[in-house]
Every structure is written in structure tokens, then in C-alpha cells.
């Protein structure tokens, strides 16, 4: 949708102030005379606005798409919170917010759990994923303009009525759950793979995420753990300090961990652990992926620049960026990069540099042959900077097939999980669960019956040669050609699912098995066919090969 002229001419405006970052001023006097020059022109702008255009305005909303338009002009990360947005701020930061434990999710207008917390009010009150809610305290959802997150979330101890609809039911259920402080755990799982390998899985780090590892790792070594499998995959980050905590456990006091480097020449520090490790010597396999971001990667350079573990699975994010948040007038508040990180071998491992922007505003990574070579700190393995952490084991990760994306994306595999609960009240424990043959036969004779649909590749190809040829005027010379290629690479269905079974079978599983053990269970029944952990494994029984990696002796 096209913005109206004014609108345009303020996002302008506002961009010209964002813009005054990339001009060089030499005086000081001349900076200050250009920030406030062009601030009274912003804010004269939109005073005449105002008073003269044909419609209202609403002032909070235009501001803020102003100010966010100004922001995109810099990283992702430095973002404005309007006093709307606080809740979700503190939520992010704290990882407490009030509510019952429920994701929930809009699906052409029926308001679906999506997700349930373990632990949570929503869990003990027997709401079932897949549940759709109807009404929330008697309020009816499939209005427009209501945010049923808003309605459900309230303060502890207060009751909240869900009106809910449940498969296999055409009759409506009240569920009364008792509002409590929800918190999001860092560490949504640990527990022991087998006799002596221990399995911890962070996937944040927010305030009690240190806290969180050391308890879990300490009641591991309790049940025998004797090598730690330290699972920072999709973990997009958090706090700093967090960080820094969590490296501390495994180094000991006193060692650096991370240095920051900014504008703001005092803020510029280097962080050290400052208790006593817990433990200097048990082998660990750290598990990376694309979506290991900022804090995690710290925790996984750290470890590797120290070469304390060995990194196991994909290239991490590359994020190499610190923000701090600054009080704003009004309750709001701005999140705004000051500094990059630097940990103990020297590296950066930012990969995206934001300041140096292609024609049409695009950025791109540091292409890997301006990579810089460093030293770890023990043994002098040669490391990288300016694109992510490069684990020492690399475990390549298939892109799932087409049909694959398309039944999970579509929601297929959600919507069977839920009808194979209602007839299925109880199954194996998430660790032995697996679908029969003749189980997964009944879910492709089902799936085939549901609107879902996907393109292959080739296909696609197909379409472009075909307009291509088209075009130049050579289709008629190749038509019946193309008719019995397409007809060969014409997908199907049924066949596809069968041809990619194993893959879509385990998908499967993971989805049916959350809705009856939720989280752990996820876990639980994905040990057995995840590679990295299967790698990591193979590592941790392999100590020979384990100690030549972290000597550089790969």
C-alpha cells in the first residue's frame, strides 16, 4: 500500500535526520547547529501537517513510523519501544510476564493454541494444543480488531475464562485458569543421553539464564554426567552479563571472556569470570546452526577460543554487535547498538557491516576471502573473524524436502497431531514413540484429502525454460519436449510423501509427540535421528579424535 504525499514527506524528514550519522562534521559546534537545524524542521513539518492535512492524524502512530523508518537506516537491533510496547520489552529482558503459558495462533479467523508452556496455569488446567478459543471472559474473538493476548494476559492470582472448542466436539468448554507470573526458561531441557553423557538445551539468556545451566549442569553431574553435549542451536541471544556467566562455568576465575569496543570510549570494557568455575576438564561438544546469534556465539567462541570444547554443526549467525537500552521520555525507551564485541583470541565475528550499504540500502556478509585469521589461546588453532563461528566439526544440514516444508508450513502435520491425540489418549514415552508403517500409510490416505500444495524445483525451472523459450520465440519447435518433461516432473502427492518417508515420518513423530509431552518430549524423541547430537555423540566416544581438534591436529 502506497503512503499518502504528507506521510511520505514526514518518513523523508525523518530519514533526513537519520541520515545526519553518515555526514563527517569536523566541529563539534556544527554538528549540534545540524541536529537541532533539522529537528526544528521535522518538527515544524509536522506541525503544518497537523493543522492543514485533509484527514486526522494520529499523532503516536505517525511518530513511530518515522522513527522506525529512521532506524532501519542503521542495524535491526537498535529499535525504539513506544510505551505500548514495554510489556513485551520487559518480557524479552526478564523472560516473566503475566499470563497462563499459551501460544496462540490465527488461523483464518479461529484463534488456535498453538503452543503450552510446561509448567504453566494453561498446562495445568488441561488446555490441549490444538484447542481453538472462542471467547475469553465471554468476549467473542472473531471480531476484528481484538488481540486475544491482551484479553488472556492479566495480573497474578486474577481468573480468566476460556470459552474453547475442542476436536472431536461440537460442543463448547469453559476453562477458568488462574493468571500467574509466566517464566520462559532458558534452559528448556537437560537430562542425560545415555550413562555418561549430558545433554543441556539453552535457548535464551535472559536474566536467570547462568543461574539456570549451573543447576541443571550441577544436578547432571550428580546423575553420572562425565562429557556435556551444550546445545546453543536457535538460540538468538540476550544479555551480555548472562554470557559472561555462563563461560565463567566452565573457565576459571579471572580469564577473559569478552572486551567491548564503541564510540563511547568509557563504556568500552573487558569482562572476566568472577567466580570459580565449576568445572575446568569435562570434555564438551557445543551444537551451533545460522541461528546461533550474539550471546550464544560468545559462549560458543569463548569456549572454542579457549579451546575448552569442540564446536559441533553449522556456521553460527555473526552477530558481533552490543546494545544498551536509554530511557526515553513518556515511558518509552530506545535499544541502540554502542559497541562491537571482541572475544578472547582477538576476532569479531560480526558478519554484516551495516555502516557500508549497497546503492539500494541492501547489506551484505564479508565475503569469507576478507576473513581475517586468529590464534586460539591454548593451542593455536587458526580461527576466523567477520562471519559467524566456524565449528570445528561441520554436520551439514539437508534442506527438508519440498512436500516436507509444504505440510509443515501448511499446517498438515499440526492438524494430524491433533486428531491422532483425540484417538490416541495415550502413547509410549517420548523416547520409544514411533509411528508404525502402517500409521504413517493412514496419515498419507489423510493428507492426500487436505488443501495443501508446493512447486519442486525443478518445476519451477521447468516454468522458467518454458517462458524463456516463449519468449525467443523457440517454443513451438519444443513444445511436445516440454509437454512430456512436465508431464514426468509433474509432482505427486502421495508418491512424494512416500519417496521422502523418513524424513517426513520423523517430523511427524515430533509434532504428535508435543502434544503429549510437550517440550521435553520434542527432545526426548529427537535424540535418535538428529545428526549434530548423533555427531556429537560419535565425538564424545571417540576421545583420541576429540583431543586432536582442540591441538589443531584435526
Not at 13 to 27: E, M, P, R, W, Y
Not at 135 to 150: R, S, T
Not at 509 to 534: M, N
Not at 535 to 544: F, I
Request: proline share 3%; charged share 30%; glycine share 8%.
Amino acid at each position: 500500500m502506497k503512503l499518502k504525499r504528507p506521510y511520505r514527506a514526514l518518513l523523508a524528514t525523518s530519514a533526513l535526520v537519520g541520515s545526519l550519522s553518515l555526514a563527517s562534521f569536523t566541529d563539534q559546534g556544527e554538528r549540534f547547529f545540524e541536529i537541532a537545524k533539522n529537528l526544528d524542521i521535522y518538527a515544524t513539518l509536522f506541525k503544518e501537517l497537523n493543522r492543514y492535512y485533509v484527514d486526522e492524524i494520529n499523532p503516536n502512530r505517525t511518530i513511530k513510523m518515522s522513527i522506525d523508518a529512521m532506524l532501519k537506516s542503521f542495524d535491526p537491533y537498535t529499535v525504539f519501544y513506544a510505551e505500548d510496547d514495554i510489556e513485551d520489552y520487559m518480557t524479552m529482558t526478564t523472560g516473566k510476564y503475566n499470563g497462563i503459558g499459551i501460544v496462540t495462533g490465527n488461523r483464518s479467523g479461529r484463534i488456535t493454541v498453538m503452543a503450552i508452556d510446561e509448567g504453566t496455569p494453561a498446562e495445568k488446567s488441561g488446555l490441549r494444543i490444538g484447542d481453538e478459543i472462542v471467547k475469553v471472559d465471554g468476549i467473542e474473538l472473531n471480531k476484528k480488531g481484538i488481540d486475544p493476548g491482551k484479553l488472556i494476559k492479566g495480573q497474578t492470582g486474577t481468573l480468566v475464562k476460556l470459552t474453547v472448542k475442542r476436536y472431536g466436539s461440537n460442543k463448547f468448554e469453559d476453562i477458568s485458569v488462574t493468571r500467574d507470573v509466566v517464566k520462559m526458561k532458558n534452559v528448556t531441557y537437560y537430562g542425560m543421553i545415555n550413562d555418561e553423557v549430558g545433554y543441556i538445551d539453552l535457548k535464551d539468556f535472559n536474566t536467570t539464564a547462568a543461574k539456570e545451566v549451573r543447576q541443571a549442569f550441577a544436578e547432571l553431574k550428580e546423575k553420572g554426567m562425565k562429557k556435556l553435549i551444550l546445545d546453543l542451536r536457535e538460540n538468538p541471544g540476550g544479555l551480555l552479563n548472562m554470557a559472561v556467566d555462563i563461560c565463567n562455568i566452565f573457565l576459571p576465575k579471572d580469564s577473559e571472556i569478552v572486551s567491548t569496543k564503541g564510540k563511547v570510549e568509557e563504556w568500552n570494557k573487558t569482562y572476566s569470570g568472577v567466580k570459580a568455575a565449576v568445572d575446568v576438564d569435562m570434555p564438551i561438544s557445543v551444537l551451533t546452526n545460522s541461528r546461533s546469534a550474539s550471546a550464544a556465539e560468545i559462549v560458543a567462541g569463548v569456549i572454542q577460543d579457549y579451546d575448552r570444547g569442540v564446536l559441533v554443526g553449522q556456521r553460527s549467525y555473526g552477530k558481533g554487535l552490543v546494545q544498551i537500552t536509554r530511557d526515553l521520555p513518556y515511558n518509552t525507551k530506545l535499544k541502540v547498538t554502542t559497541a562491537k564485541y571482541y572475544i578472547p583470541s582477538g576476532r569479531c565475528i560480526q558478519a554484516i557491516d551495516y555502516s557500508h550499504r549497497n546503492p539500494d540500502g541492501s547489506v551484505g556478509k564479508l565475503p569469507d576471502s576478507l576473513m581475517t585469521a586468529f590464534k586460539t589461546v591454548r593451542s593455536g588453532r587458526t580461527v576466523y573473524d567477520g562471519g559467524g563461528i566456524l565449528p570445528d566439526v561441520e554436520v551439514e544440514k539437508p534442506t527438508p524436502a519440498v512436500v516436507t516444508q509444504s505440510l509443515s508450513g501448511r499446517l498438515i502435520l499440526f492438524d494430524y497431531a491433533i486428531k491422532y491425540h483425540f484417538e490416541h489418549p495415550t502413547i509410549k514415552p517420548a523416547k520409544e514413540f514411533s509411528l508404525s508403517d502402517a500409521e504413517y500409510q493412514d496419515f498419507v490416505k489423510w493428507a492426500a484429502t487436505q488443501t495443501f500444495d508446493y512447486t519442486t524445483q525443478a518445476e519451477k525451472d521447468l516454468n522458467e525454460l518454458e517462458a524463456s523459450a516463449k519468449k525467443e520465440r523457440y517454443y513451438d519447435a519444443v513444445a511436445d519436449q516440454l509437454k512430456v518433461l512436465r508431464t514426468k516432473l509433474s509432482h505427486n502427492k502421495e508418491a512424494d510423501m512416500m519417496k521422502f518417508k523418513d524424513e517426513i515420518k520423523t517430523a511427524l513423530e515430533q509434532e504428535i509427540v508435543v502434544h503429549y509431552y510437550l517440550q521435553k518430549g520434542t527432545r526426548e524423541q529427537s535424540f535418535a535421528k538428529d545428526p549434530e547430537i548423533q555427531a556429537a555423540l560419535k565425538l564424545l566416544g571417540d576421545m583420541n579424535r576429540y583431543n586432536n581438534i582442540l591441538k589443531g591436529k584435526k
